[in-house]
Every structure is written in C-alpha cells, then in structure tokens.
Nanobody, 115 residues
Framework: QVKFVESGGGLVQPEGSLRLSCAAPGSIFSFPAMAWYRQAPGKQREFVARTISGAFTIYADSVKGRFTISTDNDKNTMYLQMNSLKPEDTAAYYC?????????WGQGTQVTVSS
C-alpha cells in the first residue's frame, strides 16, 4: 500500500523558515496534481498548496507569498518551503494527491511556531 512520507518539521521561532519534504516510492508523482495539507489541533485538515505537473501552483490565501511548493521528479520528492512563519502556521503537515486519496495519507510532520 502506497503512503507518502513527510519530513522536515520542527520547532521554529516566528518569522523563521522550514523546508518540508514529501517522499513516495515508485512513480506516485505520475499523478498530475500533488498538494500539501495541514491540520491544527482541534481543527479540520485544510489545503495549503498544490502543484500541477510541478509547474502550475495554487496557494491558500493564508500562506500566499510566504510558502513555495516545488517538486523534484528525479527524486520522487515534493517540497514546501515555508518562510516568515507565524504561530497560526502551527500544525501537522501532510502531502497527498489533489484531490486527496484516503489510502495515501502518511503520518505527517509537525511544525510548531513559537517563541
């Protein structure tokens, strides 16, 4: 069963930066659209950013101008560069296809923004 594996999370101060990675075996990136999602404690999982074929990108308004989604198809890896982080960005971050597929959810990677 294919599941994505997220990494790169951690504790960072406000205005800091982190880069998240999303890896998958095989050719999962043959899916035309991939995305990052996040879930804060007590809240529903929400869309963060998506990319179509590693080129066309769309961002949630809350992260636009601060986050950048990218892919490295040779490495079967997707990234989320997060700059100017805010406490409200604190959440578990997940990658999946867009729209998401239930079987592909991984464990996520925790991002905590706090001073």
């Amino acid at each position: 069963q294919v599941k994505f594996v997220e990494s790169g999370g951690g504790l960072v101060q406000p205005e800091g930066s982190l880069r998240l990675s999303c890896a998958a075996p095989g050719s999962i990136f043959s899916f035309p659209a991939m995305a990052w999602y996040r879930q804060a404690p007590g809240k529903q999982r929400e869309f963060v950013a998506r990319t179509i074929s590693g080129a066309f990108t769309i961002y949630a308004d809350s992260v636009k101008g601060r986050f950048t989604i990218s892919t490295d198809n040779d490495k079967n890896t997707m990234y989320l560069q997060m700059n100017s982080l805010k406490p409200e960005d604190t959440a578990a971050y997940y990658c999946n296809t867009y729209p998401s597929k239930a079987d592909y959810w991984g464990q996520g990677t925790q991002v905590t923004v706090s001073s």
